[in-house]
């Protein structure tokens, strides 16, 4: 099952760099004077216009099975690890 996606953000921004491998869209973020326009009824609608052209506010889903599935396996190791440390850290008490 995959989740759909729309993300606004700095397209270098290593921090989301995992979006991009996985194939989304990262639209950048509007900028301060799109905002006014956004809130100016007069324009608001030609600011939503523009942004409908530019952002696919549709997008399919992402699958996220083999990145989800990667997680849940650090996730047992790091458990596992934990445990065998609490049981070797109760037998010198």
């Known amino acids: 099952m995959g989740i759909p996606v ?11 760099s995992l979006l991009k491998d996985m194939g989304a869209p990262v639209y950048p973020k509007p900028s301060s004077a799109m905002h006014v326009l956004l809130h100016v009824p007069l324009l608001r609608g030609l600011a939503r216009q523009w942004l409908r052209a530019r952002v696919n506010w549709d997008p399919s889903a992402i699958n996220i099975e083999e990145e989800k599935g990667a997680m849940i396996q650090r996730l047992k190791e790091a458990i596992r690890l934990a445990a065998e440390r609490s049981s070797s850290a109760q037998r010198f008490v």
């Open 6 to 16: 729309v993300f606004f953000g700095k397209a270098g921004d290593y921090r989301i």
